[in-house]
C-alpha cells in the first residue's frame, strides 16, 4: 500500500457501508483520509474515532474540508441526494476540487455530475470497482476510472490504497461503461451457477460436490470461489449485495446498450430472472439466491 505523494491529498470519504468502510481504513493507512461522512451519522462517528479523522455530519461541511472527495453509495439516486440541498457537496465544493465516484451509478448520471461539476470549476472521475469486500479489506480491488490522463495521474497514489489494478479506460464515462461490461459477466455467471447448482440437484447430485466440481473445472472464475459459501451454505452466508441492488445494476446494462446499440441478450435474461425473484420476495436476499429462488422449494427471508 502505497503512502507516495500523502501530503499532497485530503480525501474525504462518503458512504462507509460494507465496501466503503475497508476503503476508508486504506485511505487512512496511506495517509490521505481527511474525514467521513455517512447518512447514518453514528457509523461516521465510530469510524472516525478509529481511524483518527473527522466525523463530518454534512457533505458540505466535508466538501469544505478536502481537496478529494469520494462517494461510495448504492446507485445515481443517492449520489444525487449528497450533492443537491442546502447540506450537499455542491454548497461547500471549492474550485479545483475533485469528485471521484466509485459506486455504480452507470454513464448517465456520471455525464450529469461531470456537467454539474464543471460548473464549480471541479473535476469529475468515475472510478467504479470491481472486487468483493475481501478484496476491499486487502486493498486488492480493480478500478476501472474514466478521467484525462493528467488527473489520472494526480489521483493516482490515491487510487492504489484502493486497488491493486488500476486502469485509466478512457475520459470521463468510460469507467462507468466498462464496469457494467464486467457486471454484465459477473451476473451472467451468477445466473449460469444458479441454473447449473439446480441442474445438478435435481440430477441427484450432492450440491457440495457438485459446486467442488465447478470449483475445479474450466468455469472456476474467481467469482465461482469467492462466491462458494453463499451458494453452499445460503441459510448462513451473510448478504454480500442484494439482489435488489443487482437488479439495479443490470437494468443500467440494458440501458447502456440501448444508448450504444448493443445486443445484450444475457443481460436481458438476467434482469427478467432478478426481477421475478424480487417479485417472489427474495429483493433483501443475497444475489445468489437467484439458486433458492429456481429451486423454487425455499422461501424468501
Known amino acids: 500500500m502505497t503512502t507516495a505523494g500523502a501530503a499532497t491529498h485530503r480525501v474525504g470519504l462518503s458512504g462507509i457501508g460494507r465496501m466503503g468502510t475497508p476503503i476508508a481504513r486504506n485511505l487512512a493507512a496511506g495517509g490521505f483520509l481527511a474525514g467521513v461522512h455517512n447518512r447514518t451519522p453514528e457509523r461516521a462517528e465510530e469510524l472516525a474515532r478509529e481511524l ?6 454534512t457533505p458540505a461541511e466535508l466538501a469544505a474540508g478536502v481537496d478529494v472527495v469520494v462517494t461510495c453509495v448504492s446507485d445515481a439516486a443517492a449520489v444525487f441526494d449528497l450533492y443537491e ?4 457537496f455542491l454548497a461547500g465544493l471549492r474550485p479545483g476540487t475533485t469528485a471521484v465516484d466509485i459506486g455504480t451509478i452507470g454513464t448517465r448520471a456520471v455525464h450529469r455530475l461531470a456537467e454539474l461539476l464543471a460548473r464549480h470549476e471541479c473535476e ?7 472486487g468483493s469486500t475481501a478484496t476491499a479489506s486487502a486493498g486488492t480491488l480493480t478500478v476501472m476510472v474514466g478521467a484525462s490522463p493528467a488527473v489520472f495521474e494526480r489521483l493516482m497514489p490515491v487510487l492504489q490504497t484502493i486497488g491493486s489494478s488500476v486502469f485509466r479506460v478512457g475520459p470521463v464515462g468510460s469507467g462507468a461503461a466498462l464496469k457494467l461490461a464486467v457486471n ?59 439482489l435488489t441492488l443487482a437488479a439495479k445494476d443490470i437494468d443500467l446494462v440494458v440501458e447502456l446498450a440501448q444508448s450504444v446499440d448493443a445486443e445484450v441478450p444475457q443481460a436481458r435474461l438476467a434482469a427478467t430472472v432478478l426481477r421475478e425473484a424480487i417479485a417472489a420476495g427474495f429483493g433483501s436476499a443475497d444475489v445468489s439466491a437467484v439458486a433458492e429462488f429456481l429451486r423454487g422449494t425455499g422461501t424468501a427471508p
Open 52 to 57: 483518527g479523522v473527522a466525523a463530518y455530519a
Open 85 to 88: 440541498g442546502d447540506s450537499g
Open 124 to 130: 469529475f472521475v468515475d472510478a467504479p470497482l470491481s
Open 184 to 242: 454484465n459477466v459477473v451476473y451472467g455467471l451468477n445466473q449460469g451457477i444458479s441454473e447449473s447448482l439446480v441442474l445438478a440437484e435435481r440430477a441427484g447430485i450432492d450440491r457440495l460436490v457438485a459446486y467442488e466440481v465447478f470449483a475445479s473445472s474450466a468455469v472456476a472464475a474467481p467469482f465461482v470461489h469467492y462466491r462458494r459459501a453463499a451458494f453452499e451454505r445460503p441459510e448462513s452466508t451473510p448478504v454480500a449485495l442484494k
